[in-house]
């Protein structure tokens, strides 16, 4: 059974896709790319492997009526669970996930106790859980306690340390990290989908002299089929081909074809230096198979055609993206609102900030002379946080001895860990006990800040004790 947080999965893949990898390089405009897909087929062919494809559900919010994604779900036997968002925040989508985990995982149980045919039915049941939100742990921890074995799919900067420590405890979860199947499962979308029919030529370089790829075997990512005889196929194939060769500069870029077809505008909506892409672009070379294309500026293109350089043009398609302000000066939005035809905006005088009473003795010929009395400062310290400051003193520290802040912890420590703390000033007990002692015939014992057993061992991954990082059963999972 399956069990997919889309929302998750999407926003963590595309996170880990604007970190750089070993197929591209960094974002250097964002700590997301927008133009990171996730190829649905080979993402539940690697996670089912061999096995059986029961239930499957899918669960977000709500998409737009041309969304791709869910209809790709759909097409692998996935049940969509999509609801409306309220605000802009997503809302039913963890608790109808939480609630299906539980449900399924009871009625098997259930049914386990009046049969041998479902007691092997459960035994032969693997919940497939791709989620790294806390809010799951609940619902895994009843899936568990139905004797239900769990397969935890996560990207590594998305995940709960909650799981990892439960899976330290109980043999039947498993956690997987979705980095490591980077390469096979995702690919980069150059043609962005927001509708637009314009490049904006300020924000454009072009490829020009294309040779035409329609009879070239090449692999087109999000394709089922990369063979055809006409231009429009070989224009994907150029844009495939391109795009891949130009992420190695880093920069976020989306590609549109001119209606001629000749020719590919590539817009990159974030760069302020249009020049220094142009030398990036043409310092990178051509491709393999485009040894012949020619990289142009803008003006030069339109030069080379004799034409004046527009400042934006149409293309062939209507799903790329425009990047273009609504509005020149955003300040005229404050004084043409409300204006009618041919009425001038109003100007406005004076300090806006004057107080009521000021107003009114202005109108009376009142006068207030200024106060040449100097400021007052005034603490904005409130009861509220004294109280809070106080309540954390009897807290625990949920960090306990692996403090960050030490003695200036708010929090409450153990008259141990007061002591650590003492001894050891200059210690950033973050790392306490995470690397074993190479002293022979140690006699520092517990006070030493390197342990001396595998139960005192820390480790740095799992955020628990009995193992090390060096030991941890899950690292070799960081792609």
């Not at 190695?248 to 990159?268: D, P």
């Not at 249009?274 to 393999?288: C, K």
């Amino acid at each position: 059974m399956f069990f997919v947080d889309d929302s998750n999965i999407w926003i963590e893949a595309q996170k880990f896709a604007a970190k750089g990898n070993s197929r591209v390089s960094k974002l250097i405009d964002g700590d997301r790319d927008p133009r990171l897909r996730i190829d649905i087929g080979r993402l539940i062919d690697r996670l089912r492997g061999d096995r059986n494809q029961g239930a499957s559900h899918l669960y977000g919010s709500r998409p737009p009526p041309n969304d791709l994604v869910w209809k790709a779900f759909e097409r692998f036997r996935f049940e969509t669970k999509i609801y409306d968002r309220a605000n802009g925040k997503e809302k039913e989508v963890d608790n109808s996930m939480a609630t299906d985990l539980s449900t399924q995982a009871t009625r098997l149980a259930t049914r386990a106790e009046f049969g041998l045919i479902y007691e092997q039915q459960r035994a032969n049941t693997t919940f497939v859980v791709i989620t790294g939100d806390r809010d799951m742990l609940p619902p895994v921890k009843r899936v568990l306690e139905c004797e239900i074995a769990v397969e935890l799919w996560a990207w590594e900067s998305g995940i709960s340390r909650e799981y990892l420590k439960l899976a330290n405890r109980h043999s039947l979860l498993s956690v997987n990290f979705l980095d490591g199947i980077f390469d096979d499962i995702s690919f980069t979308a150059f043609q962005s989908s927001r509708k637009s029919e314009q490049v904006d030529g300020g924000q454009a370089i072009v490829i020009c002299d294309l040779p035409d790829l329609s009879e070239v075997d090449v692999d087109i990512d999000g394709e089922d089929e990369a063979k055809g005889k006409d231009r429009s196929r070989s224009n994907k194939k150029l844009m495939s081909v391109i795009g891949e060769h130009l992420l190695q500069i880093g920069r976020l870029f989306f590609i549109s074809t001119s209606q001629t077809g000749l020719e590919l505008f590539i817009e990159f909506p974030t760069v302020k230096d249009m020049d220094d892409i142009i030398r990036q672009v043409r310092e990178l070379g051509a491709p393999e198979l485009l040894s012949s294309m020619t990289v142009l500026s803008w003006a030069e293109h339109w030069g080379r055609l004799k034409k004046d350089s527009p400042s934006v043009v149409k293309t062939t398609v209507g799903h790329i993206n425009k990047f273009t302000l609504l509005m020149n000066n955003p300040e005229e939005l404050s004084t043409s609102v409300g204006a009618e035809e041919g009425q001038e905006p109003t100007q406005r005088t004076g300090n806006p900030w004057r107080s009521i009473a000021e107003v009114q003795g202005q109108q009376q010929g009142q006068v207030k002379e200024p106060n040449d009395q100097p400021w007052e400062t005034k603490s904005r310290r409130g009861a509220a946080k004294t109280h809070m400051r106080e309540a954390r003193k009897e807290q625990r520290c949920p960090s306990h001895l692996r403090c960050a802040k030490a003695r200036d912890c708010g929090y409450s420590h153990t008259e141990e860990e007061r002591n650590l703390f003492r001894d050891h000033p200059n210690q950033d007990f973050r790392f306490w006990k995470t690397k074993k002692c190479r002293t022979p015939y140690c006699r520092r014992g517990k006070r030493c800040r390197f342990a001396h057993t595998q139960e005192e061992a820390w480790c740095l991954r799992c955020l628990v004790e009995g193992h090390s990082i060096e030991e941890c059963r899950y690292k070799g999972e960081r792609s």
